[in-house]
């Protein structure tokens, strides 16, 4: 997968932690190692954003066009590493609430404007009106953002966050992208006006977004001369289209993967941070007692959900993903191996000899092995005795379910990536009752971590805590995303995050 080529300098400096990250250089500015003149790639995308605007929408999708053309102070890369981006670098307090950034040289956004601190300030102030309040999301513990100078800006925070710099290094480039504040009077919904490698040419909603190289782009130029996306829902127009070479590349679903076949394509099947799991209402009776808890953790085998319901293509996850090499293994996990006798036996200890009767909310058809996979859920609890009623929703009404925790005991969930990986464990106030003193007791201690090696530590632990405690969720997988592309093709290596930013090492 494309790393920068910093990689070797960020690994020197690792060592001093979070106190202070600088980059030894920046990549030559205007595009070291440039592409092909004259070739052009297209991809099909089955969703089309609803706005390109990176502040104003919080689907999932929509960021695969963001991260072409917008980009952070910090980059996470493939490996997981959070390297500098739009800054050299920065440095933290002693008492680790401010966090001091310096900014790259020569950077220029698409529009000509140079960027420089007002910019980054504008772009976090823009942030904290966004309709969702994403700022509250990705930034809990933020209090502003100010200018120390041209090329130095300064993140004040009301409380240490081990998590902020991951969050700042998002490659799906939600909530960090740097706007410039020149562009406040432009149309950003169907605008991009960035600092990346691709500059916008044109676009047409819901149809295609076309892109060519930023020829002045500061870090390494893109492999191809333009980037053409076309939006398609339809994925058998997909398929007929990569296999009659108008376009490159798709990201076919299970189904369709296995019908690309021959030498003339790759298909590739890649394991991602986006996680399917189990929403417990522990604000009713009996789901907050903890062996009825235990005993519903202890229903489920996640091979078999993965192997019946994505035919492999998804693989048991605990509450971080697997994809994280120091996360605690699934197999290791407290009450993460079937065993529906002691599932039985705890329900019976906690007065319910004869099982417990409740129904489970979920989005009828989200992909295509969510109605397999609660069948399979659905015969599983019943074997520990669970009577399970199924209920099919339209995503509308799914939403409004859990917002109101009287209809439903257990709800089907699924989460994308994050960047930050404390989100996976983090509780949700409003879906779950009151956080355990014990688990709350590790959180402080893991946000208040004073290196990346401790964060991680301490993110393990409430981990593994809730797996014990079984609180509020039940993590069940980690699912698969498949890549099909012309055999020709190089650089197609999709990092675990799905960012599409791998698609400026694209060449044919």
């Not at 980059?23 to 500015?29: G, K, L, N, T």
């Not at 099982?355 to 295509?368: A, Q, R």
């Amino acid at each position: 997968m494309s790393v920068l080529s910093r990689s070797a300098c960020v690994a020197a400096v690792a060592a001093i932690g979070l106190a202070s990250f600088t980059a030894c250089s920046p990549p030559d500015a205007g595009g070291s190692g440039g592409g092909d003149a004259g070739t052009a790639i297209t991809v099909a995308e089955t969703t089309a954003p609803s706005s390109l605007d990176p502040q104003r929408s919080g689907l999932f999708a929509d960021r695969f066009a963001w991260q072409l053309s917008y980009e952070c102070l910090m980059a996470t890369q493939p490996d997981g590493t959070v390297e500098p981006a739009l800054a050299t670098g920065y440095e933290l307090s002693d008492d680790r609430t401010e966090y001091t950034f310096t900014l790259q040289d020569g950077v220029t956004f698409h529009n000509g404007d140079t960027l420089d601190a007002d910019d980054v300030v504008y772009s976090f102030e823009r942030l904290a009106e966004s309709p969702e309040r994403f700022d509250k999301e990705l930034f809990p513990t933020l209090d502003h953002a100010e200018k120390v100078d041209d090329s130095t800006v300064k993140f004040v925070l009301s409380s240490p966050d081990a998590g902020f710099v991951n969050n700042m290094g998002s490659p799906l480039v939600w909530g960090c992208s740097i706007m410039s504040e020149s562009s406040k009077d432009a149309n950003l919904a169907t605008e991009m006006i960035g600092t990346g490698p691709w500059k916008q040419v044109a676009y047409e909603p819901e149809t295609s977004l076309e892109l060519e190289r930023n020829a002045d782009y500061w870090g390494d130029a893109t492999k191809s001369d333009k980037l053409t996306v076309l939006y398609m829902p339809n994925m058998g127009t997909q398929v007929s289209n990569l296999k009659a070479g108008k376009v490159d590349i798709i990201f076919p679903d299970q189904g369709s993967a296995k019908g690309i076949t021959g030498d003339d394509f790759t298909v590739e099947n890649v394991h991602t941070d986006s996680t399917i799991f189990l929403q417990i209402n522990n604000t009713k009776e009996p789901f907050d007692d903890p062996k009825v808890l235990q005993a519903m953790a202890l229903a489920f085998d996640r091979q078999e959900l993965a192997d019946q319901a994505y035919g492999g293509a998804a693989q048991p996850s605990g509450y971080l993903p697997p994809s994280l090499a120091w996360a605690p293994k699934v197999e290791d996990l407290p009450n993460y191996t079937q065993d529906t006798e002691r599932a039985r036996k705890l329900l019976a200890e906690a007065g319910h000899p004869d099982g417990i009767d409740l129904n489970l909310v979920y989005i009828n058809g989200y992909d295509p092995g969510t109605n397999d996979l609660l069948a399979v859920m659905q015969k599983q609890l019943s074997d520990a005795g669970f009577n399970v009623e199924l209920e099919p929703l339209e995503a509308a009404a799914w939403s409004d379910y859990r917002g109101d925790l009287s209809k439903y005991e257990l709800s089907w969930n699924a989460q994308s990536y994050y960047a930050n990986p404390y989100q996976y464990v983090a509780p949700v106030p409003g879906r779950q009752g009151e956080v355990p003193a014990s688990l709350q007791k590790l959180i402080d201690e893991a946000l208040a971590a004073d290196s990346e090696e401790a964060y991680q530590e301490g993110l393990s632990a409430v981990a593994k805590h809730e797996a014990e405690l079984v609180y509020p969720t039940l993590t069940l997988l980690a699912t698969d995303m498949f890549v099909a592309h012309g055999a020709s093709l190089t650089g197609v290596e999709v990092p675990s995050s799905q960012s599409r930013t791998f698609l400026s090492q694209v060449s044919k």
